[in-house]
């Protein structure tokens, strides 16, 4: 997949700079950071309904979609997979691929391994709702 977006991203780049009047990505650069997050935005939403709708074809169309409104949000920001992808395996050191970092600091055990020692399991939520917790 990495892959993926990174051919995603190297198209991005080449067509920033064509005519805006044929290239989405250009008209994208053109309007500016504030036009891609609000696309970036609108893109998120969309597969959020789809998902709480059942429609998991939906879903991957708008996924799509998602994944290349922040690819230009990326470029525009200067930001390159391979940043994203350093920060993923960072994360994955500390807590595991499958958590996200606190917003506040946190104390981890202390382990000699820490990229097997001090990640969380994996716990499937079968059977039971998902909730967001505040």
Same mark, same amino acid.
């Given at each position: 997949m990495s892959d993926s977006l990174e051919r995603l991203y190297l198209a991005v780049l080449a067509a920033r700079d064509l005519d805006p009047a044929t290239s989405r990505t250009a008209r994208l650069f053109q309007r500016g950071p504030s036009k891609m997050a609000k696309k970036l935005a609108e893109e998120a939403i969309e597969v959020v309904i789809d998902a709480v709708n059942g429609d998991s074809e939906a879903v991957v169309r708008e996924s799509a979609d998602l994944l290349y409104?922040?690819? #230009?949000?990326?470029?525009?920001?200067?930001? $390159?997979?391979?940043? &994203?992808?350093? %920060?993923?395996?960072?994360?994955?050191?500390?807590?595991?691929?499958?958590?996200?970092?606190?917003?506040?600091?946190?104390?981890?055990?202390? #382990?000699?391994?820490?990229?097997?020692?001090? $990640?969380?399991?994996? &716990?499937?939520? %079968?059977?039971?709702?998902?909730?967001?917790?505040h």
């Open positions: 409104n922040l690819t #230009v949000l990326w470029a525009s920001a200067g930001v $390159r997979p391979e940043d &994203v992808w350093r %920060e993923m395996s960072r994360r994955e050191d500390m807590l595991g691929i499958a958590e996200k970092l606190p917003k506040s600091p946190m104390k981890l055990p202390k #382990v000699a391994s820490p990229r097997i020692s001090a $990640r969380r399991p994996i &716990v499937a939520l %079968e059977g039971r709702a998902a909730r967001k917790r």
